[in-house]
């Protein structure tokens, strides 16, 4: 009798051991269900990859396209002001291109590409994505208001220079009123004017070429206008190509 007790007793102990050890062998294979298979992980990561390298030739091409505009735009403006005798060059470092000093169109060929990619980078990091006006017939007006304030800076003829910059300060207001009207907008190219206007003072500070008639210490009143609503034109362009990208 004790030998069938303890046979018994065993017994049950190993049933019980085999019922517990269950739930343990169960486990590896749920967490193998559950992990993911390295074909999903290879194919998650091509996809990423993929995504990065369309994103970058985005903005290679957006890079590409400001660059062209903002070289032109720069070689017909600058042209008026030479032609007005705004704009004073070296007889040395004038081209025959346009008339113009060669490393003009390049310098504002890169200053639109990176204010034309600051814009829509500023609005996505702001979380307020520009919507106001977002087609190209908004942005080709907005190029021709902006060609016609700096026409009429060369051109207009006021009493003294002060008069001349409240009346180009009030246009480029209107301009980034009638076609912006983002808080993003104002602040960048209030920013994108006061700096300008310290590199253009540095450059005829040191010779590089002058303003007829400065009253503003070196350069006119109304350039820091000029440069307001050059970039609020070229952040408008900016927007406009990045929101052809995500389309």
């Known amino acids: 009798m004790p030998r069938l007790e303890s046979g018994a007793w ?10 517990a050890a269950r739930p343990g062998e169960a486990a590896p294979k749920a967490d193998a269900m559950q992990s993911p298979s ?3 992980g290879r194919a998650e990561r091509e996809a990423s990859g993929g995504a990065a390298t369309t994103w970058r030739q985005h903005l290679v091409q957006r890079s590409v396209v400001l660059f062209v505009v903002g ?3 720069a ?17 040395e470092v004038i081209a025959t291109l346009f008339s113009s000093a060669w490393w003009v169109p390049p310098c504002c060929g890169t200053a639109a590409a990176v204010v034309g990619l600051l814009y ?3 609005d996505s990091h702001l979380g307020e994505p520009h919507k106001f006006k977002r087609e ?3 942005v080709m007006r907005c190029i021709a208001v902006f060609v016609g304030i700096n026409h009429a800076s060369a051109k207009l003829d006021f009493a003294n220079n002060v008069q001349l910059s409240l009346t180009l300060a009030a246009l480029s207001l209107g301009l980034w009123w009638t076609f912006d009207r983002s808080r993003s907008g104002l602040g960048l190219g209030i920013t994108i004017a006061f700096v300008a206007t ?3 003072q540095f450059l005829v500070y040191n010779g590089v070429y002058q303003y007829t008639s400065p009253d503003f210490l070196y350069i006119r009143s109304w350039l820091p206008c000029i440069f307001f609503s050059g ?8 927007r406009q190509l990045a929101m052809v990208i995500i389309v």
């Not at 065993?10 to 019922?19: D, F, I, N, V």
């Not at 970039?231 to 900016?238: F, L, Q, Y």
């Open 120 to 122: 829509p980078c500023i």
């Open 38 to 40: 390295p074909s999903a």
């Open 231 to 238: 970039g609020v034109t070229v952040g408008n362009i900016g």
């Open 198 to 200: 310290l590199i253009t």
């Open 71 to 73: 070289a032109f735009m």
């Open 75 to 91: 070689l017909v403006l600058n042209l008026l002001q030479i032609q007005r005798n705004v704009t004073l060059f070296p007889d």
């Open 10 to 19: 065993s017994c049950s102990c190993a049933a019980r051991a085999r019922h």
């Open 136 to 138: 190209w017939a908004s």
